[in-house]
């Protein structure tokens, strides 16, 4: 996560100055690890313009991913979802 997505010397090595980058899905679950997305006292603040649509399925996905994680772990089901998640050709 926050890496620099292009070594071009004006940018390198200025992400967290202002921003960061969120090229993935995973970057954005990265991200938002730590905030309860769901919960009304979050606020998250975004400053984009042309990839919006992305940002904002990236931080739905994230919020959805963080909801299914707490039922998850509330339920003790953690070993269930793993035996099913499992490669089958493994």
Request: proline share 6%.
């Amino acid at each position: 996560m926050a890496k620099d997505p292009d070594h071009r010397p004006d940018i390198y090595g200025k992400i967290g100055n202002s921003g960061v980058s969120v090229a993935t899905i995973d970057d954005a679950k990265k991200l938002y690890s730590g905030f309860d997305l769901c919960d009304p006292k979050t606020s998250v603040s975004m400053t984009i313009n042309g990839p919006a649509p992305i940002l904002l399925a990236f931080f739905m996905n994230a919020a959805i991913d963080q909801q299914c994680e707490k039922k998850i772990t509330a339920l003790g089901l953690w070993d269930e979802v793993e035996k099913k998640t499992r490669c089958k050709i493994c």
